[in-house]
């Protein structure tokens, strides 16, 4: 928490929020059967690729008849979507789709994803509602550092920082001297960014002599990547604001599919009267009960030009029940993605699971990266990890041994770590890449 003297948010009242918050489990459950029974005869009328997968399995839209029935219908997967390039997967006439978004893919094409105006809208107002679940309220000014474009970070928040009756500055991404200065010219009450540019920027207002702590800034509205309950601890002490962690994703909306409350700070809350989440096993695809880890998976239950039906995330998390708003889940912080674990000699590790322990040494900044590399016929774990400036060196000397005990009693694998200088290792400019392969 917080702990300045600057006046933090407060939570939203009852009555600030939307119906559907306030809605008992019953009454949510009811309003999802609805709509995936709407979302999925939708689809299967006018997205060829999604009736033949249904042919397939036998399954039609008739079948549906409660909720646990999604479990009959097919995954849809990254690949499902790339095989209909560039707009097969679109369930609208093209003169209905009012914008597209694409995801930039590390291989291969992009996704490409289509909204109609009533897309836009609920798109708005779940981002609005996300920001007021921060603590944002009308009136306020925002710096919205998410890039602009084809990604939806920048126009998604964007427009529901519009929608809420905030004052949006559009900064994009980059240009990290200048969104400082903004900061300071502007004072903003809130930063919307990925956690590891907020460092950036903190980085970047101490080299210009402001202390981070000292600015307008109230609280930060931070996703687009896996961060940790210490990375929080540390945004919220380096800059005195309170930091929430928001979620989403392109193909199944963009920024603002969940939330978390800042009453609570316990994993952002899955807006359930547009998303249906579950959560799979990813070997088996077996549905898990709520409350066991597995992949994050989606259907939509409003989306007019791009339907996804159980569109498997890679996204690792738990499933909760809802706390500050209790008709909706929560999920677990993200560990990693699918394609993130590593695997060495055997132990799975995520690059989070060495955030948390490294904020755990006092030592040690949040600069770091992995290298896996092969030496002689095993693999090898590399942590590159910047002390932090004002360690003495009698603890910086300590910090390297001490980082690769933890991990080792902690993850039960041995990985080599090096102490860069700080300042050294790359900084973000958004999503930060932490894992090199090198085999
Ligand atoms: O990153 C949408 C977004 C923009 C979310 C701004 C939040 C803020 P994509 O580029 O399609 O969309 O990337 C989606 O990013 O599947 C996760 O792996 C990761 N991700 C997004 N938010 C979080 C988060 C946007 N809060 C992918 N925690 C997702 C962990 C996140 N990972």
């Known amino acids: 928490m917080a702990t300045g003297t600057k006046a933090h948010f407060s939570a939203p009242s009852e009555t600030e929020l939307d119906a559907e918050e306030r809605m008992s489990r019953d009454e949510l459950q009811a309003l999802q059967l609805s709509r995936l029974q709407w979302t999925v005869r939708h689809a299967w009328e006018n997205v060829p690729a999604y009736r033949r997968k249904f042919e397939e399995l036998g399954v039609q839209p008739g079948d549906i008849r409660e909720l646990s029935d999604i479990r009959l219908l097919p995954f849809t997967t990254k690949d499902d979507l790339r095989a209909s390039y560039p707009f097969g997967m679109f369930a609208v006439p093209m003169d209905r789709v009012a914008r597209v978004h694409a995801s930039s893919g590390t291989t291969g094409r992009p ?49 529901g920082i519009e ?36 460092l950036t920027i903190v980085d970047c207002m101490i080299e210009q002599g402001i202390d981070p702590r000292t600015t307008s800034l109230k609280a930060g509205v931070l996703g687009a990547e896996p961060w940790t309950n210490q990375m929080r601890e540390e945004l919220e002490e380096r800059l005195d604001i309170d930091a929430l962690d928001i979620y989403g994703l392109s193909e199944v909306m963009g920024p603002g599919v969940g939330n978390e409350c800042i009453e609570t700070k316990d994993g952002p809350h899955l807006w359930e009267d547009h998303f249906l989440p579950e959560v799979i096993d990813s070997e088996s695809g077996a549905a898990l009960p709520d409350g066991q880890a597995g992949e994050l998976v989606f259907t939509s239950l409003t989306k007019q030009a791009f339907p996804v039906i159980r569109y498997r995330t890679r996204d690792l998390t738990t499933l909760r029940p809802g706390s500050a708003r209790p008709g909706m889940r929560r999920m677990e912080k993200i560990t990693g993605r699918n394609d993130d674990m590593i695997i060495l000699r055997g132990v799975n590790l995520f690059p989070t699971q060495i955030e948390e ?58 990985v080599r770590v090096q102490l860069e200088e700080p300042g050294s290792l790359e900084r973000s400019a958004g999503k930060l890449k932490r894992l090199y392969d090198l085999r």
Request: net charge neutral; proline share 6%; charged share 20%.
């Open 163 to 198: 929608e809420l009756g905030a004052t949006v500055i559009p900064m994009s991404g980059g240009q990290t001297a200048r969104q400082v200065q903004l900061i300071v010219d502007f004072e903003p009450d809130v930063i919307l960014c990925t956690p590891t540019y907020l």
């Open 111 to 159: 996704t490409v994803v289509g909204y109609t105006t009533e897309d836009l809208r609920n798109w708005a107002k779940l981002v609005a509602r996300s920001l007021r679940a921060s603590g944002v309220r009308p009136g306020m000014k925002v710096h919205n550092a998410y890039g602009y474009g084809l990604f939806t970070g920048g126009l998604g928040a964007h427009a």
């Open 357 to 414: 322990i490294a904020l755990g040494i006092d030592a040690l900044s949040p600069h770091f990266l992995l290298e896996l590399s092969r030496r002689g016929r095993m693999d090898d774990l590399l942590v590159r990890i910047e002390p932090r400036p004002d360690a003495d060196a009698a603890a910086r000397d300590r910090a390297a041994p001490l980082l690769a005990e933890r991990i080792k009693v902690q993850i039960g694998t041995t």
